[in-house]
């Protein structure tokens, strides 16, 4: 790669270096040590807080606890014989709750809740849903301890008997009468207890509870519905009282739960703990159900109401922005429980949440609430780091956003954060436009063109993606949209263009097969506009015509923000696709000996882990490599950067464990390709070609042996995918993930992020940038 500059930007990022420097040894002098997390995975969560520790319990029978809401220690993660929230002697959770899986037609459990009651035992509500319809039982175990163990005392609950007369006395009717699932138990400020439930079907539900002994009282049938119904995407339902406002809040989960879902959070209130619960333009939510003439889980229907508090977002970093990563952000965040912490007067919002291309990988999260001069909470931006709502300095507040309206939608669009400027002349410029207030020593108030003013509070958080401790603001309106913004550093415009340049990269531009992703925007709405110097094979905007022969050129970006301008410059070899793209035959070293690529180097049991070592045996072409089972190779970035590809290789495994890889390409942590020699118990235990973008299993219904050579190969050809082993196709399909979008992927032998090593040797590693055939697949296995 070249780098040109002009002059006058050379001397910009002359300058911009020494104020960068200047500001770090300042704010490292002054800057409080960084913020550290400890993540669990508890989908669901549900708090209580025993002595001085949080715990959350939550579907599948998963729990952790925490002493500061902000670390997490896993203690269960799974329905099993050896959960030992169950477990007591020869007692365990199957053998407890035989009834509701019986009942339930299922193995799993969904989301219990846990209280406290006045003999001090701790009463588990638990629940099991058959899934694919309502047939649902709810009950109660109860405990010593909290940790357990807990012992059943019976079924409460149940729903789903289709044809039969339910717990009201007449035939049970999904669109109207409840899933007896996700249970709330709580107290209200009287000291009568209550329980909220349901998911979909009839809706959320409330019945009045004996605080004695946990039990609904008699004749309730199955209480009074709450919101809901017809099917409507409505579940999830907590209550909290604060005694800041005198209101109970109801806390519901509109959309699906999955990382398409659209899953989101929303609130209502009410001065009583059955209700009614109005949101903030006074709708009750006992008229929010769905329409029974449209199509079902009709989502339409139920979009406009209840205060929507959080949806799908993320705060875009761009290039040239402070940190690393794509920045901070939540997909389907939901299914939450809230805390209202009397010796300070805090509240929190407990909830479980995925995040941007991280498919279904899911984690707690902890974030502040505040009420706003409405008494609305507004859910503080960034995690929970027990900051305190402080008087802010109006000059501290002015500046640079990204902004995010989370608007009322239920949709799995993830809103990616945008440039707006809070003006010292109190308007409010970019993305959006308006005026902007701060009133009293921390509320702010945004009015913006069609509708109410946003009514919220500054708060200094810490932002994961910066590393630094940053002004955050969030507000909602009467029309019940929430907003939120995080003020970027300050800096001046050719401070942006010298960021951007030093951060910008086309990764590995030797070998390009394949069109280039071109970034267009960077960081403060910076403009890159690029220019080719052979159109004609790579075009401005990225697009490869394959040359009849290897081509090199120059690729230029000029970027602009405000009167700031600087130019970089790439050089770029453009190969003839399908040519062989890189050959590692390891005799006796990790060359390629196409001259394309680099070596690979030795790593040790992960990806990031030094260390390793490397051996040479007789192969089958040559010499082979032999892997120890504590080390792999990490080859050179951007091998592959095509939608058609190749990748064949011999392999002799020593040992066979499951979901350890030969070949893994990533572009990241969760778009990713792994060629296993056995896969996982999905297929059998087969060799697979496996696919983490989309969980893409392909199971070639046999294994390789150990102690053998076998020859494997897969092709791609956007979208089609063939697995081979000794020539003979063993697999085909469609609709495989195009992972491999950029010049910058991440490869390597032997291992990955996450599982054991790979044993055993390999050989005569090919990768091309096309799909070959059958036929020339065959004559590489000979």
């Known amino acids: 790669m070249t780098k040109t500059l002009s ?96 009942w339930a037609q299922t193995s799993t459990l969904w989301a219990p809740d846990v209280i406290r009651l006045a003999d001090g035992k701790y009463y588990m509500y638990y629940n099991a849903c058959k899934g694919d319809s309502p047939r649902s039982a709810l009950g109660i175990a109860v405990a010593d301890n909290i940790e357990g163990p807990y012992v059943n005392k019976g079924v409460i609950l149940k729903s789903g008997m289709w044809g039969q007369a339910s717990h009201d006395g007449t035939i049970y009717d999904a669109l109207k009468h409840p899933n007896t ?59 909290m009282y604060s005694p800041a406002t005198q209101y109970y809040y109801l806390f519901t989960s509109f959309g699906g739960l999955d990382a398409g879902g659209g899953y989101n959070m929303r609130v209502a209130r009410s001065a009583s703990p059955d209700g009614p619960y109005v949101d903030a333009q006074g709708v009750s939510m006992a008229s929010v159900k769905s329409d029974p003439a449209r199509p079902l889980f009709d989502d339409a229907s139920i979009a406009p109401y209840g205060v929507k508090i959080m949806g799908n977002f993320l705060f875009e970093r761009r290039i040239g922005d402070a940190g690393t990563g794509i920045g ?26 995925r995040f941007p291309e991280r498919g279904e990988q899911h984690e707690i999260r902890v974030h502040q609430m505040f009420m706003n001069a409405d008494g609305w909470p507004v859910v503080a931006p960034y995690r929970n780091t027990n900051e305190t709502l402080t008087a802010v300095r109006r000059e501290f507040v002015l500046g640079d956003y990204m902004f995010v309206n989370h608007a009322k939608d239920i949709s799995a669009t993830i809103k990616k954060s945008r440039l707006i400027t809070l003006n010292t002349n109190g308007t409010v410029s970019g993305a959006a436009s308006g005026t902007w207030t701060l009133t009293g020593t921390n509320r702010i108030e945004i009015n913006l063109p069609g509708s109410s003013p946003f009514k919220g509070v500054f708060l200094s958080q810490w932002d994961e993606t910066s590393k630094s401790y940053v002004m955050t603001f969030s507000a909602t309106s009467r029309e019940g949209v929430s907003i939120m913004g995080s003020r970027l550093i300050p800096r001046t415009d050719a401070q942006v263009t010298a960021a951007v340049y030093n951060e910008l990269s086309l990764g590995n531009t030797s070998a390009v097969t394949g069109n280039l992703t071109l970034p267009t925007l960077a960081a403060r709405d910076a403009v890159i506009r690029w220019t080719s110097s052979n159109p004609a094979v790579l075009s401005n905007t990225g697009v490869v015509t394959s040359p009849a022969s290897d081509v090199t050129l120059t690729l230029t970006a000029t970027i602009t ?166 020539g003979a196709k063993r697999f085909g399909g469609v609709n495989f993930p195009n992972v491999f979008t950029t010049t910058s992927g991440v490869f390597a032998l032997g291992v990955n992020w996450w599982d054991v090593p790979y044993k055993g040797a390999m050989d005569d590693l090919r990768i091309y940038g096309s799909a070959l055939t059958d036929a020339e697949i065959s004559s590489l296995a000979r």
Request: hydrophobic share 40%; net charge neutral; proline share 3%.
């Open 328 to 353: 901070t952000g939540y997909v389907s965040a939901g299914h939450n429980s809230a805390y209202y912490d009397a010796a300070t007067g805090k509240h929190f919002l407990i909830f479980h949440s």
């Open 561 to 726: 923000k405000g009167t700031s301008t600087v130019v970089k410059t790439f050089t770029v070899t453009v190969r003839k696709i399908g040519g062989m793209l890189a050959h590692y035959a390891f005799d006796g070293s990790l060359a390629d000996s196409t001259g394309t690529f680099g070596a690979g180097s030795v790593i040790g049991s992960k990806i990031d882990a030094a260390g390793g070592s490397m051996a040479y045996e007789a192969g089958m072409k040559g010499s082979a490599a032999v892997f120890n089972g504590a080390s792999g190779v990490r080859l050179p970035n951007g091998l592959i950067s095509t939608n058609s590809y190749t990748v064949a290789m011999w392999l002799k495994p020593a040992q066979l464990t499951a979901f350890t890889t030969t070949f893994f390409g990533a572009r990241n942590g969760d778009s990713w390709i792994s060629l296993l020699p056995r896969g996982h118990d999905g297929v059998g235990g087969a060799t697979m070609l496996w696919s983490g973008t989309a969980w893409y299993d392909a199971g070639l219904g046999m294994t390789i042996p150990t102690g053998q050579w076998s020859h494997v190969a897969l092709t791609v050809n956007n979208g089609a995918v063939s697995v081979y082993v000794n």
């Open 7 to 102: 002059l006058w930007g050379a001397c910009a990022l002359m300058a911009t270096s020494l104020l960068s420097t200047h500001a770090t040894n300042a704010a490292a002098q002054a800057a409080p040590p960084p913020v550290t997390f400890q993540n669990a995975a508890v989908h669901d969560p549900s708090v209580i807080k025993s002595g001085g520790t949080y715990y959350v319990f939550g579907s599948h029978l998963a729990s952790a606890k925490s002493t500061d809401l902000m670390r997490w220690q896993q203690i269960t993660d799974s329905v099993s014989a050896t959960n030992k929230l169950f477990l007591n002697g020869a007692s365990n959770v199957y053998t407890e709750l035989a009834e509701t899986f019986s």
């Open 181 to 239: 699932v996700d249970p709330n138990v709580f107290f209200d400020n009287g000291g009568r207890l209550w329980m909220t439930y349901g998911s979909y079907s009839g809706g959320i539900f409330i019945m009045q509870m004996n605080p004695a002994n946990g039990m609904p009282l008699p004749n309730q049938g199955y209480g009074k519905r709450l919101i809901g119904g017809n099917h409507a995407r409505i579940e999830g339902a907590y209550v």
